[in-house]
Structures are given as C-alpha cells and as structure tokens.
C-alpha cells in the first residue's frame, strides 16, 4: 500500500475517532425516559382517583387505591387498623359526613420505587373544611404492583398542626 494511502486512512481514523469523541461529550436533544415514568403515571392516577372520590364525599371509591386485603395496613395517631375492612372502618368512623372530610388535596408528592413492583411515595395532605376547620399533615404511603395495577399496601399518616 503507497505510502500515501497509508496516510490519508491514518488522518481519517484519527478524524473519525475525533467526531466520536465530540458527539458523545455532546448533550442529548431529549432526555431519556425514566424507567419508572409509566409508574409514577400509573400511581399518581391512583391518588387523583382518590382525591376526585373524597372531594365527592365517596369514602367507597376513594378506598379502591387500597389493596383489598386483611394484610392492609394503616398507621396513624389513633393507631394501627388492620385489614381493608378495618381501614375503612376508620375513615368513616373519622370522616362520618361530608363536612367532617372537606375538600382534599395531595402535594408535594416523592416518588421512590424500591423495586420495579415496589414503590413508597411521600406527601402532604390537606382538608381544607368550613366548619370543622382546615386539617393537614404528611403521609408516607406503600404501593406494590398487582395485575390490576398499583395498590396501597401500607397508610402512614399524620396530622401537622400550625405553628401558631
């Protein structure tokens, strides 16, 4: 091979190597999906799902982001219920009316999936009430991932009261 060749394919490689290495220091265009995107879609249909089915005063509906079993847990200042039966229990008991539960709303959510059926999400929460008074705190919730989607495994919730 003339010695020429020998060059120009050296120069073009060493070109080629070149351009590699400017376009992978480059931005991407678009930023690539987050391998969880669809989840937290899916959960965060869930919670306003939820939060549609309170601010109507369905506590029925509102629970369908629930697991629907008697391994469900709730934790919060009145303790531990047990069960899907026992945590809805506990919100009508708590929530007896429409005035008692008020118009709900969700923020400040952050999502954490521990594994690609597993997710905790924490927030904050407010009822904002006319007679009874505005209510709010934080809540940490459980979810795992069933055939019919995501559910609540564990509720922990709790009040924060105002600073006066």
Avoid at 25 to 53: E, T
Avoid at 95 to 103: K, N, S
Wanted: with cysteine.
């Amino acid at each position: 091979m003339p010695r020429i060749c020998k060059t120009i394919f050296a120069a073009a490689g060493i070109a080629l190597l070149a351009v590699c290495g400017v376009l992978g220091q480059r931005p991407l265009l678009s930023k690539p999906a987050d391998v969880h995107d669809a989840d937290r879609a899916a959960i965060g249909a869930v919670l306003k799902a939820q939060q549609a089915a309170w601010n109507r005063g369905d506590v029925d509906s509102f629970l369908v982001g629930y697991w629907q079993s008697p391994e469900l847990t709730f934790s919060g200042s009145s303790g531990v219920s047990r069960g899907w039966d026992g945590v809805l229990a506990r919100y009508k008991k708590n929530y007896p009316d429409r005035a008692a539960m008020g118009e709900l709303d969700f923020s400040d959510l952050e999502f954490r999936f521990l594994e690609s059926d597993a997710a905790l999400v924490l927030g904050k929460w407010h009822l904002r009430r006319e007679t009874a008074g505005d209510l709010g705190g934080v809540f940490t919730l459980v979810w795992q991932k069933f055939p019919q989607g995501w559910k609540i495994i564990h509720d922990h919730t709790s009040t924060v009261t105002a600073n006066p």
